[in-house]
Antibody, heavy 117, light 108 residues
Framework: EVQLLESGGNLVQPGGSLRLSCAASGFTFSNSDMSWVRQAPGKGLEWVSG????????YYADSVKGRFTISRDNSKNTLYLQLNSLRVEDTAVYYC??????????WGQGTLVIVSS | EIVLTQSPATLSLSPGEKATLSCRAS??????LAWFQQKPGQAPRLLIY???NRVTGIPARFSGSGSGTDFTLTISSLEPEDFAVYYC??????????FGQGTRLEIK
């Protein structure tokens, strides 16, 4: 059974940083592209970032480019998202998702990031 | 960036009725369109991929159709557990992936 478990969400001040993690199991992690998708309170879904199975290729939405960094450790079956220079508008539930050529077939339960002073 | 527009924003129907949800793309996405269901407090769940392929375990009352710029998700006879928010998403221009703004299906 595929399982994705996010962690690391917290309350942080504007300008601050956080690192989110996503622990994966039940599939061959190193063969799978992965993504982060976020959802602001009461709003829709926004794709944030993606990474290839090897980690060699990374992709970002314009809204986070230069501030967020996606990475992975295939030896630990874990996906990461480093969030820097956080803004109030980054407040959201952040989901990790298994990504097959842009298709999000499995999702974690999400981790909440609140950016507020 | 490809923009997806869903309609209606809210759909009010009764159990047993048929639901028809629409998703229109700003340019052709061929058949690379998916549909998700999201219930309060839960992660989205993939229902349909590549326009018309139902995910294993999704009831047959859910069906998808369309190609190019116009797509439809149909729920043939609504069950109480079907009332939720539905999103479409395209992967033709991956990356990025883009989502529609959602259709809320509520009980009338």
């Amino acid at each position: 059974e595929v399982q994705l478990l996010e962690s690391g969400g917290n309350l942080v001040q504007p300008g601050g940083s956080l690192r989110l993690s996503c622990a994966a199991s039940g599939f061959t992690f190193s063969n799978s592209d992965m993504s982060w998708v976020r959802q602001a309170p009461g709003k829709g879904l926004e794709w944030v970032s993606g990474i290839s199975g090897s980690g060699d290729s990374t992709y970002y939405a314009d809204s986070v480019k230069g501030r967020f960094t996606i990475s992975r450790d295939n030896s630990k079956n874990t996906l990461y998202l480093q969030l820097n220079s956080l803004r109030v508008e980054d407040t959201a539930v952040y989901y990790c998702a298994n990504t097959a050529a842009g298709a999000f077939d499995y999702w974690g339960q999400g981790t909440l990031v609140i950016v507020s002073s | 960036e490809i923009v997806l527009t869903q309609s209606p924003a809210t759909l009010s129907l009764s159990p047993g009725e048929k639901a028809t949800l629409s998703c229109r793309a700003s340019q052709s996405v061929h058949s690379y369109l998916a549909w998700f269901q999201q219930k309060p407090g839960q992660a989205p769940r993939l229902l349909i991929y590549d326009s018309s392929n139902r995910v294993t375990g999704i009831p047959a009352r859910f069906s998808g159709s369309g190609s190019g710029t116009d797509f439809t998700l149909t729920i043939s006879s609504l069950e109480p557990e079907d009332f939720a928010v539905y999103y479409c998403q395209q992967r033709y221009s991956w990356p990025p992936a883009t989502f529609g703004q959602g259709t809320r299906l509520e009980i009338k």
